[in-house]
């Protein structure tokens, strides 16, 4: 019987040995192993939703550079734009300019041709009478008239 009480005790014991350990150690294991568990869990999603809000941000970054490539190509184009008008309107300008210059120059040398023709009349005039006067002075032969109107010649 000895190894029948025997038997019964430890039996009794380890029963005892897992009712204590259900109740008081494996709770308490349990809830620590389920709270770690959900730690993971939660750090596994947060890893997720970082990985998708880092894509979303990437993607909102592309697109601005994009946007902000194509708003510099525009602000380029309306530059070169504007370049070419303003080179328009100086060439613009500079043929007004010329072409006022060049008719303000042939009037002023129509004035002065004018007024040269008007000098070389007077002194013509002044000549012819000189010439006329000489002329009359002398008596009238052709020989002279002739030596007088190349004189006059020569000197015109």
Not at 111 to 130: F, H, K, P
Not at 140 to 150: G, K, N, P, T
């Amino acid at each position: 019987m000895n190894l029948n009480l025997t038997l019964i005790a430890q039996a009794l014991a380890f029963a005892g040995l897992i009712w204590l350990i259900a109740t008081v150690v494996w709770p308490p294991l349990l809830k620590a192993i389920e709270e770690r568990q959900q730690k993971i869990a939660e750090g596994l999603a947060a890893a997720d939703r970082a990985k998708a809000d880092l894509a979303a941000a990437d993607q909102r970054v592309e697109e601005e550079i994009k946007a902000a490539r194509s708003k510099a190509a525009e602000i380029l184009d309306r530059a070169h734009a504007q370049a070419n008008q303003i080179l328009d309107k100086a060439k613009a300008d500079a043929l007004a300019e010329a072409v006022r210059q060049k008719a303000a120059a042939e009037a002023e040398i129509g004035s002065m041709l004018q007024s040269a023709r008007e000098n070389l009349r007077t002194q013509l005039g002044g000549l012819a009478v000189l010439g006329a006067e000489k002329i009359v002075r002398r008596e009238i032969d052709a020989a002279a008239h002739r030596a007088l109107i190349e004189e006059l010649a020569s000197e015109i």
